[in-house]
């Protein structure tokens, strides 16, 4: 199996979680926390083959099925942003915009780039591949590398939930907060938004990107269709794909059983049709991973040197990761390549 992580998701996540109770308020203390929470959370989900800890999200048979051979971890990507995203700001300027002006990230953006360049250099002693590239989102160096594995699986270690429109019988999502596994299986059950009833509004998984494009994504500042949530979309979606309703604007009331005004005059304007086809421009990571048919320039790939990564494991003191289990996952991952 191929697991890629997300590595700016679980670096910001990581810092996030150690900030606190290391009490992470001087710059070195935050530099700390940034290195400790991206390499306890990288190395975790290696040593797990990307399944969620002993206890938590497993479905029946889950336990076990990464004891078997053919299932085994086989590959490990991390993949990092760098610079900004240029691609997609030249389609809508706006685009993770607003991320830049928040204090709590600019005040530690650098504290987690550090602890990316750093843990780059662990990672260049051990059996595991970086993606980065200048100005390139993670996301779709993500998805290109999922996309044109080898590998009979792969499972991305994620909360971004673009990744979901991935997910089918071969490519799976750890959602690393909710520490859940998402496939084809329980897809519905867990993707699915749920009414004031707590009833869920399935829609087909085929459609989930357009369930976003209607919808929007409001952490990358990308509207979705005016009077569109994430419950109007799933009940669009459930009754027609989303197409039919720009070509047909008078389905919208009757699949909704009421007027949307707001909806209504996007319909009518055009509008809507304009933000689908912005948006699937900017959210389809399958279009996206089409620009990246070679990763080679993209790819860092590590050499185990087993003496050397203790070494430096012992220099940037890495606590809180169990170093013998570690060593033997990459030893396994060296072996497998």
Known sequence: ??????????????????????GADTPE?????????LTQSVMGLAVRAGEPPEGGGRRAGQASMFDQPEHRLTRLVVAFDEGRPLRRRGIFPAYQTGREGDTAFAENEGFVRDAI??????????PMTILRGENTEADDLIAAAALQASEREVRIASTDKDFLQLVGERITVYATVKKLVIDAVNFTSVVCPRDANGESVVFPRERYLDYRVASGDASDDLPGIPGVGTLTAARLLAEAPLDAYLDAPERATAVLGRKNGRLDAALATGAAGATVQRNRQLMDLRLAAGHYSDLEPYARPGSWN?????????????????IETTVATMARLAAAR
């Open 1 to 22: 199996m191929l697991l890629i992580i997300d590595g700016n998701n679980v670096a910001w996540a990581g810092f996030h979680a150690l900030r606190k109770p290391m």
């Open 117 to 126: 360049a750093r843990f780059s250099e662990l990672a260049s002693l051990a």
């Open 29 to 37: 203390k935050k530099a700390r926390a940034a290195l400790l929470g």
């Open 306 to 322: 087993e003496a050397a990564f203790r070494e430096l494991v012992r220099e940037m003191r890495i606590t809180g990761m169990e």
